[in-house]
């Protein structure tokens, strides 16, 4: 018998976590099979990597994002988007509030490893175990967890859309409308 992709993930992780996650596959109308997944515990994540890795599976990336928890106050979760063979399967996680930190999962799949370096230098999510942790491209005056704060787009561009600008970009421009 012939196993799919699909079918060795789920049952490899419904034999890991048994019933810790809620998982549904869905084919769109062009035949492209997309997978969701929900983790119970933001711990299992290394559990994923470990069985996508065994599929040879990769990370596509990583997306974080706030939400509200069951009290109302603000979380970010996770959307870990995963490569199975050309399916793509998203596992999302909620990050613990009270730390803030979740495991890496570089150490086993490599191509985690500028997305989680991401989610440490933008949201200030502190990922565990990561074997590079530096920054990728925020100067070190700028606070990690910058995403977290709401910046008004006047001062985020410190007025570059401002009409001195406008007038600087008109004057430059010729009357064949080419800049100089």
């Given at each position: 018998?012939v196993?799919?992709?699909?079918?060795?993930?789920?049952?490899?992780l419904?034999?890991?976590?048994?019933?810790?996650?809620?998982?549904?596959?869905?084919?769109?109308?062009?035949?492209?099979v997309?997978?969701w997944?929900?983790?119970?515990?933001?711990?299992?994540i290394?559990?994923?990597?470990?069985?996508?890795a065994?599929?040879g599976g990769?990370?596509?990336?990583?997306?974080a994002?706030k939400?509200?928890?069951?009290q109302?106050?603000?979380?970010?979760e996770?959307a870990?988007?995963?490569d199975?063979?050309?399916c793509?399967?998203?596992v999302t996680?909620?990050?613990?509030g009270?730390s803030?930190?979740v495991?890496?999962?570089?150490?086993?799949?490599?191509?985690a490893?500028?997305?989680?370096?991401?989610?440490?230098?933008l949201?200030?999510i502190?990922?565990?175990?990561?074997?590079?942790?530096k920054?990728?491209?925020?100067?070190?005056?700028?606070?990690?967890?910058?995403?977290?704060?709401?910046?008004?787009?006047?001062i985020?561009?410190q007025g570059a859309?401002?009409?001195?600008?406008?007038?600087?970009?008109?004057?430059?421009t010729?009357?064949?409308?080419?800049?100089?």
């Amino acid at each position: 018998m012939v196993r799919n992709i699909q079918e060795e993930f789920t049952e490899k992780l419904t034999r890991a976590l048994g019933a810790e996650f809620s998982l549904r596959w869905e084919r769109n109308s062009k035949g492209v099979v997309t997978g969701w997944c929900r983790l119970h515990d933001h711990r299992h994540i290394t559990t994923v990597a470990l069985i996508v890795a065994s599929l040879g599976g990769r990370v596509i990336t990583i997306t974080a994002y706030k939400t509200k928890d069951d009290q109302q106050r603000d979380s970010h979760e996770i959307a870990y988007h995963f490569d199975l063979d050309g399916c793509t399967c998203t596992v999302t996680i909620e990050v613990p509030g009270d730390s803030g930190k979740v495991n890496s999962i570089t150490p086993i799949l490599k191509s985690a490893d500028w997305t989680e370096r991401e989610l440490q230098e933008l949201y200030g999510i502190k990922v565990v175990g990561h074997p590079n942790p530096k920054r990728l491209f925020l100067d070190d005056t700028i606070d990690e967890g910058i995403m977290n704060d709401f910046i008004p787009l006047s001062i985020a561009m410190q007025g570059a859309t401002s009409k001195t600008l406008w007038e600087k970009v008109l004057a430059a421009t010729s009357q064949e409308g080419e800049v100089k």
